[in-house]
């Protein structure tokens, strides 16, 4: 079972950037989809990027512009760029993804465990 294990959250001011990672573990596995969530306390989980295999990202208007998601296939890992960064965006970042395994020929999803970021205004 692939695992994600996240990192880069943190607290910075209002307009700084931030990266966040998002390493994929396990053997023989292909990505299908990569996104990441986030989540606010009392909220739903939103979705601020995604990835499919072949198609290119899509964000939602709150952070279009701002976040960017990419992945190195070489390195398992998927990041988050986040640019210009608002006290909005504070939130728990989830990262996601739709795996295929290809030794048991089956496909399944998988969330990381959260990495907590901060923007003070």
């Known amino acids: 079972q692939v695992q994600l294990v996240e990192s880069g959250g943190g607290l910075v001011h209002t307009g700084q950037s931030l990266i966040l990672s998002c390493a994929a573990l396990?053997?023989?596995?292909?990505?299908?989809?990569t996104a990441w969530y986030r989540q606010v306390p009392g909220k739903e989980r939103e979705l601020v990027a995604s990835?499919?295999?072949?198609?290119?990202?899509t964000y939602p208007d709150s952070v279009a512009g701002r976040f960017f998601i990419s992945r190195d296939n070489a390195k398992n890992t998927v990041y988050l760029q986040m640019y210009d960064l608002k006290p909005e965006d504070s939130a728990v970042y989830y990262c996601?993804?739709?795996?295929?395994?290809?030794?048991?020929?089956?496909?399944?999803?998988?969330w990381g465990q959260g990495t907590l970021v901060t923007v003070s205004s």
């Open positions: 990835l499919i295999s072949g198609a290119t990202p």
């Open positions: 996601y993804a739709h795996v295929s395994d290809l030794l048991r020929r089956n496909y399944y999803d998988v």
């Open positions: 396990g053997r023989l596995f292909s990505f299908n989809a």
